[in-house]
């Protein structure tokens, strides 16, 4: 047994780094993916649309644990080989972020009243076109402050990796917790380092959401 | 006595006033109509008679007692007066009968079955007897309007005010509002109104009172005051108007 | 793949359900409790208690709460409150999700119109009773949505309850692993429970929509 020592906080604050690779790998994968999800969901195709609704309720109705060790568990049997953790987990990550933001993506290409759609109809636009020129921007708008919003719910998040081994800022706070047995110190230290990079994030949603509703 | 008195009434909003020393008096079954620009006071007058908004300075007295939004029997007095405003202000979770009874169940100590014929009688008062089962989602503006004069009216007072209740409505569904208030005039209700109908000011109304930066500019009898106007501020409302 | 092994410990899962519904109801109803407190406290003139209620919401909301349960179990023995898993979790859990049901609460009171509340005085109701008939029922369907996706949330997330070994049905699902040695199965068929209660829940949640909140939407 040590006491928790400088050596102790300067692991912790390198296990971030993991934490953000998690952030960023789930968010470079899941975003395009949510953003087709989102499309889809207000297909003119009525199958498009139910699998995209189903996918949604499907990652939303089960617990990013499920996820975490579904895919954690199950890559060796879809793959039949064994793949490191960090590819499983960011498979699960990848599809949590994109069913989250499917979901608040679609939330925000409907809030675009449909009348806006006629009338990039009207001026010979094709559909690409109304969505990406018109629809897409008054979207985006509306949608920042959700997805900042969700970004925090992802960061959090990524401390579940922990619970499959993988080794981010929950897991180094675990492994410090044990071999120093100051637990109220370790994990406030973790704490504080999560509140450190989710706070800004939260004041940032919030302000971009009071502008929002200032100009409506 | 005259049934509402208001003495060198003052009334700020943070650094703007609104009311300058606004005296007028209401003699009981009067009909008075209060018009002027918007930003002229009229509307603030109405919401200082009701206690809704807190007065600097003077008093405002109704059958003789002071009103002030600390006065113990401040609930008793609101059931005894009143008001309809311009956004209608109907609860909708409530159908038109709950609206209407709301008030008289929670503080009339009446039935449920006392409750129903009350609100059937005061909606036949104000033409709406089959919508009593509506809710207020349903009904056109002009009938939002008249549910919430239906709504005054089970509470029976002594004083009725009308803060631009006509101003939110399409045209067409103001002559409906108007002709519930004709009644009620004529059934002898004391009434302030704030409004923009000249026509209604000029052929109900038993005086009109004109408001001017926060003051009461001039009144008088309505036939005489549009015909005369003394000062040059009314004569180009009254031509604004036209 | 192979699910026959697991047909054994249906029992175990039974009582992994019932645990896990009965930490989701403590947490939601605590959690609301802290919300309506939280909320009032906010919109109270009481400067310190704003600030405290404040900085509860940030701390609970901007730190994950797999943290939370952690610091609640370990560390509360070194203070001399030792709390069994489950009661911990159940802590735990409240906290976080009165975090959320404070800006929800706050968010419906916000919602209704001062002039709804000024029609009801005028009409000489109390602050009470303009709160209990005219505030309330309005306010209550303006954030049943966020309300109801926030609950869901919660179920799912009291399977983090596991990591101190609560008992719950997440829990239940690390025990039979453990036995059988069939991993994947036992998750994949636990996401298969978990999902199951969720579209429960959700069914729940639109029977009461439609039948505690008949009156027809503003256009």
């Known amino acids: 047994m040590r006491s928790f020592a400088f050596v102790d906080l300067v692991s912790l604050v390198t296990a971030v780094q993991w934490t953000v690779l998690l952030v960023v790998l789930a968010l470079v994968f899941g975003a395009p993916l949510g953003l087709a999800l989102a499309t889809a969901r207000i297909s003119r195709h009525a199958p498009l649309r139910w699998a995209a609704s189903g996918i949604i309720q499907l990652i939303q109705g089960v617990p990013l644990l499920g996820l975490l060790f579904f895919f954690y568990f199950g890559m060796p049997v879809f793959l039949g080989l064994q793949v490191p953790a960090l590819i499983a987990v960011t498979v699960a990550y990848t599809l949590y972020t994109a069913g989250f933001l499917g979901d608040i993506w679609r939330g925000s290409l409907q809030a675009v009243k449909q009348a806006q759609w006629e009338a990039g109809a009207c001026l010979g636009l094709s559909l690409t076109q109304q969505f990406f020129h018109i629809i897409g921007p008054q979207a985006l708008r509306m949608a920042t402050p959700p997805t900042v919003g969700f970004l925090v719910q992802l960061i959090k998040g990524t401390s579940l990796a922990s619970i499959v081994g993988f080794v981010e800022l929950a897991r180094a706070g675990q492994v410090t917790s044990a071999a120093t047995f100051q637990p109220l110190l370790t994990y406030s230290v973790v704490a504080a380092i999560y509140f450190a990079l989710c706070l800004p994030l939260t004041l940032w949603s919030r302000s971009l959401e009071a502008r929002l509703n200032g100009a409506r | 006595m005259a049934l509402v008195e208001i003495r060198d009434v003052y009334k700020k909003f943070g650094h703007v006033e609104v009311l300058k020393g606004v005296s007028l008096d209401v003699a009981e079954g009067e009909i008075v109509t209060i018009i002027g620009r918007s930003g002229s006071g009229k509307s603030t007058l109405l919401r200082c008679i009701n206690a809704l908004e807190t007065i600097e300075g003077g008093e405002i007295r109704v059958e003789g007692r002071q009103i002030h939004a600390k006065m113990p029997d401040l609930r008793q007095f609101r059931q005894r007066v009143g008001i309809v405003f311009q956004a209608f202000n109907l609860f909708p979770h409530l159908n038109v009968e709950r609206n209407v009874t709301l008030a008289p169940l929670l503080t009339g100590g009446i039935g449920k079955a006392e409750a129903r014929a009350l609100a059937e009688d005061v909606l036949t008062r104000v033409g709406l007897a089959d919508k009593i089962d509506a809710w207020p989602e349903q009904l056109s503006g002009g009938q939002q309007q008249r549910v919430a004069i239906a709504r005054c009216l089970a509470m029976k007072p002594h004083l009725m005010l009308f803060d631009e209740v006509t101003s939110a409505l399409d045209p067409e569904l103001v002559g409906e509002v108007l002709k519930v208030m004709e009644a009620m005039a004529r059934q002898g209700m004391t009434m302030i109104l704030v409004t923009h109908e000249m026509g209604f000011a000029r052929n109900v109304a038993n005086r009109i009172v004109f408001m001017h930066q926060g003051r009461v500019w001039e009144e008088g009898p309505p036939a005489e005051l549009f015909a005369h106007p003394k000062t040059p501020e009314l004569k180009s409302f009254i031509a604004s108007v036209k | ?219």
């Open chain 3, 1 to 219: 793949m192979n699910f026959q092994p697991l047909w054994r410990y249906q029992d175990q899962l039974i009582e992994g359900v019932l645990i896990t519904l009965a930490l989701t109801l403590v947490a939601a109803i605590v959690g609301l409790v802290i919300g309506v407190a939280g909320a009032v406290a906010l919109r109270g003139n009481f400067r310190p208690a704003r600030m405290l209620v404040r900085s509860y919401i940030e701390l609970f909301r901007n730190t994950p709460s797999l943290i939370q349960i952690f610091l609640i179990f370990f560390v509360l023995p070194s203070f001399g409150l030792k709390l069994p898993a489950f009661e911990s979790a159940a802590v735990a859990l409240s906290l976080y999700f009165g975090a959320y049901s404070v800006e929800i609460v706050r968010a419906g009171l916000d919602s209704i119109p001062k002039s709804q509340i000024e029609a009801g005085q005028c009409l000489g109701l109390t602050g009470w009773q303009v709160f209990r008939h005219i505030v309330l029922p309005p306010a209550m369907r303006n954030v049943y949505p966020a309300f109801t996706s926030q609950f869901v949330l919660l179920l799912l997330g009291t399977s983090l309850a596991s990591q101190v070994a609560a008992g719950e049905l997440f829990h239940v699902a690390s025990f039979i692993e453990s036995r059988t040695y069939r991993s994947f199965e036992v998750y994949a068929a636990i996401c298969v429970i978990y999902f199951a209660l969720v579209m429960a829940f959700k069914a729940l949640f639109a029977v009461i929509d439609a039948t505690a909140f008949r009156w027809p939407r503003r256009q």
